[in-house]
């Protein structure tokens, strides 16, 4: 069932970025085109109405960034999220990340009726990844990504519910932090943002220009307007003028930072043992992921020297089983291959292998920032400067 979903799912993308044609993707295509309209009516008017305080959105009572996204995946948001709590935290702020975990696996719904049943506090609580001082949750409960910062960033607080107004308030009261960061918050409006960043991918803007589920557009792109900050990702050095002369027609005020997202190293997936970048120059590789652009990774690869002999990707978020893994490695040990690449979040997916034939590395990816240092360096300096009760709560 997992696999017949997973192709359907793929089935569905290829024939949104028009790689699938004939009768039934141009039958589908026009489907979803359909919905589209429907989909951008909702979107504005849920928009309208609590711009309207029709519908009351909730202050947790300190500082909320939102950092989040008008498409769906491939922005490259978790390494910017990781910069942010990282700075924040050594400027002296008390941190918590909240996300949705989006695809981790919940408890049982029959313990969960158990618990409404019983009234078991814990139910009503999030589900703690880490309190700051340990990882409590493993990838598949967390979700891979809240599992990945909560491993790189120590004292820092990572929650995961699908309701962050209860995790908001939760980790105030609890871990008594000052500053919280919604991860993936843009279209979460049930909770006031102080700040609104919002990451635009270099080399798709504005996904294929459609809305969901046509495209991959979650909000029509002149809902930019809302951004206090704006991160060009994926940069590559090129010019982006054109790019930000579109961007200024939806918002002219937000701050823009370009910025690219650099390999840093190679770390064994079984020893931890980290490796240069140069460790790659001339290596016959394998790669295996599962992420939104899986051709961006597999780019990054040949361009820092591999040799790709072998590429195996799958949907977004893919949960790896010990079947799959250990038939990509005989694949790639028959081959003589030296190293099988993945990426960081791929790895908390991987289920672990004690001497595979093959060594497994995963890249280490961080943010470079290319144009705007000095305006990230300066909202960094207010954000942990500035006193808690004096930051603005604005409506989104």
């Known amino acids: ?68 996204n008008l498409t769906v995946g491939g922005t490259g948001k978790t390494p910017v999220v990781e910069m942010l709590a990282r700075a924040l935290q050594e400027g002296g702020r008390k941190v918590a990340i909240l996300s949705r975990g989006y695809k981790s696996v919940p408890r049982p719904i029959f313990l969960r009726l158990m618990d409404k049943l019983t009234k078991n506090k814990s139910v009503f609580v999030p589900r703690v990844v880490s309190d700051g001082r340990s990882l409590l949750l493993d990838s598949r409960t967390a979700g ?6 909560a491993n790189n960033l120590r004292g820092v607080v990572v929650l995961v519910d699908r309701d962050r107004v209860k995790s908001a308030t939760y ?21 006031r943002h102080g700040l609104e960043i919002v990451l635009v991918d270099r080399q798709a803007p504005f996904g294929n220009e459609y809305l969901l589920p046509r495209g991959t557009l979650r909000e029509p792109p002149g809902n930019l307007c809302r951004a206090t900050h704006i991160f060009l990702t994926k940069c590559d050095g090129s010019d982006n003028t054109e790019l930000i002369a579109r961007i200024r027609r939806y918002n002219r005020t937000a701050d823009i930072i370009e910025c690219s997202h650099r390999p840093k190293h190679l770390r064994n997936f079984v020893t931890g043992e980290t490796k240069p970048l140069d460790f790659l120059r001339g290596l016959r590789v394998g790669s295996l992921s ?29 949960r790896y089983t010990g079947k799959e893994i250990e038939s990509f490695i005989r694949r790639c040990a028959r081959r003589e291959l030296d190293a099988v690449i993945t990426t960081e979040k791929d790895a908390v997916r991987i289920p672990r292998i004690l001497e595979p034939e093959v060594p497994i590395f995963y890249l280490r990816v961080q943010i470079e920032i290319l144009a705007g240092q000095a305006t990230w360096e300066k909202f960094v300096e207010r954000l942990t400067n500035i006193q808690p009760v004096s930051i603005p709560q604005r409506f989104f």
Request: proline share 2%; glycine share 8%.
């Open 171 to 191: 980790a105030v009261k609890e871990f008594d932090v000052d500053t919280l960061i919604l991860d993936d918050g843009l279209q979460y409006v049930r909770m």
């Open 144 to 149: 891979d990504e809240p599992f990945m910062l």
């Open 290 to 318: 599962g992420i939104a652009v899986p051709e961006s990774f597999e780019n990054a690869l040949r361009e820092l020297g591999a040799e790709l002999e072998i590429t195996k990707s799958y949907a977004d978020h893919h």
């Open 1 to 68: 069932m997992r696999r017949w979903i997973e192709g359907l799912e793929t089935f569905a993308i290829d024939v949104i970025f028009g790689r699938r044609y004939g009768k039934r993707a141009g039958i589908l295509r026009w489907f979803l085109f359909g919905l589209s309209g429907i989909y951008r009516v909702i979107v504005q008017v849920r928009l309208a109405l609590y711009r309207h305080r029709i519908f009351r959105n909730h202050s947790p009572g300190c500082l909320v960034i939102s950092v989040g």
